[in-house]
């Protein structure tokens, strides 16, 4: 059966966010409220197959049993190394593949990938066809356009010739960045260019997306799935089935967990681990207090110390 069309009625996923969906964090929102479907920090295909990139690529497509369903997300620009990748993802027992054509970040699009390939749509179609050839389902995972909205039918009419196995849109251009409101006025006219194209290209809609509860209407109208990505910065607990409200001892709980994952894992350094904090110490009286406090440390045994005062 096909990988995406086994979550019915539809599904929920935790979107790629490299320097934060890491092993650790995917975990805690696994033991928060875990969405059905979690996928990898993207991995860039020219390390993986280079001997000496391969270990750091290998460390991206860690993962643990219990977050299963998971997709590895892969990007680059030469064809040959997608299927590469590809085959080797499919070794390692993941079921499905991801493409990333959306990445707006200078440093990819200055190669020619992340949304750098909007630009070069007959490539992108190639390296979706040679991506195939590894007998893993391939997916893509894209924005509207790269400079204009209206870019959308042309490049959307590219990806889905090639009949990817599902296509997630970030409801903007690259151009957009995350600044202006996702365009979801779209989302009837592209599920019938998908449906006239091809229907059996599984719909994933993504952008400012805070509770799964809020897209019932563009379920409703055929789309299949949907990504949350910086929700869960203000909501952990975003996936929840049942939404219900979480105290500070749980939140601090889920902290205490993120600490000894990161320790776990052997993550490093330190310090990036602190951008998390807003997550868990939020909300509450004293939290801005607290949480100055913990900016000023500099080891995860200094943090303990912090939350073993509250
Ligand atoms: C810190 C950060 C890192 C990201 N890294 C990736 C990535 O590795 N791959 C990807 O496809 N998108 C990446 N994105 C984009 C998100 O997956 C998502 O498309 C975007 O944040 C919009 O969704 P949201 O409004 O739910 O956050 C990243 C976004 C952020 C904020």
Known sequence: ?????QFQPSFTILAPMEGVTDIAFRQVIAKAARPDIFFTEFTNVN???SEKGRTNALERFRIEETERPIVPQIWGTKPEMFAETAKALKEMGFPAVDINMGCPDRHVVATGGGS?????PELAKEIIRTAKTAGLPVSVKTRLGYSCVDEW?????????????????HLRTKKEMSKVAAHYELIPDILALKNAISPETVLIINGDIERPADTQKYIDMGVDGIMIGRGVFHNPFCF???????????LIDL?????????????SPYDPLKH???IY?????????????????????EAREVLAEL
Request: cysteine-free; proline content about 5%.
């Open 1 to 5: 059966m096909n990988f995406w069309k």
């Open 47 to 49: 390390s993986y197959i």
């Open 116 to 120: 750098g390939l909007i630009r070069t």
């Open 153 to 169: 039918g042309d490049w959307l009419t590219t990806i889905l010739k090639a009949e990817p196995a599902a296509l997630t849109i």
């Open 240 to 250: 929840e089935k049942e939404p219900r409200e979480h105290g500070r001892e749980e």
């Open 255 to 267: 902290m205490r967990y993120h600490l000894d994952l990161y320790e776990k894992y052997e993550l």
């Open 276 to 278: 998390f904090y807003k």
């Open 281 to 301: 110490i939020n909300n509450f009286p004293g939290a801005s207090e607290i949480r100055d406090r913990l900016m000023h440390t500099k080891s995860i045994p």
